[in-house]
């Protein structure tokens, strides 16, 4: 064989084994990451201190999610829930914030007053069913912006626990 032949097949080895490298590197990450998801998901559906604080981060920044965004940790059974890193982009919430988010979580009516701001900031049945009726004659510019309106008060105000 030449030079050049052996010098191909030493360039395609080694991008060969770069790839199962990557490869092999990105799946220990997914691997991580899917038992830290299974983690918060445990910890939240089996303590109720821990969905509480998970409410309570919900209550201050609805797009963030534990075990993605932040991790809540319990190093005992004893022990209070507590956030051990935060990831998001957004600031970490500060004690005397979440305090005050605990208070309201803990609070009775607190879901009441939730699904309450939800509905206000809702377009109304008539908004919607006008721009449903434009819609069927052809001109969608009025659901385009029901729709989007809809979509901001899903993402701002998330229905149910969905803390992990």
């Known amino acids: 064989m030449s030079n050049g032949v052996i010098n191909i097949i030493i360039v395609v080895l080694a991008c060969t084994c770069v790839m199962i490298y990557i490869l092999w590197k990105n799946s220990r ?3 991580e990451d899917i038992r830290l998801s299974v983690q918060q998901h445990n910890l939240v559906s089996h303590d109720e201190r ?3 604080l998970c409410r309570a981060v919900r209550i201050l920044n609805p797009n963030v999610r534990a075990g993605e965004d ?3 940790k ?4 004893d022990q209070e829930p507590y956030i051990s890193e935060w990831k998001a982009d957004t600031p970490r919430p500060t004690k005397e914030e979440l305090a005050a988010a605990l208070r309201e979580v803990a609070d009775a009516h607190h879901e009441e007053r939730y ?3 939800r509905r206000a900031d809702y377009p109304s049945v008539e908004e919607q069913l006008d721009a449903a009726y434009q819609a069927r004659q052809g001109d969608d510019t009025k659901q ?3 729709d989007e309106k809809i979509r901001r008060v899903k993402e701002h105000y998330p229905k149910g626990d ?3």
């Open 115 to 117: 699904a309450a701001m």
């Open 162 to 164: 969905q803390c992990v």
């Open 144 to 146: 385009r912006e029901v």
């Open 29 to 31: 990450r997914m691997d």
């Open 50 to 52: 821990a969905l509480l």
């Open 74 to 77: 319990q190093d005992s059974p």
């Open 70 to 72: 932040y991790i809540i």
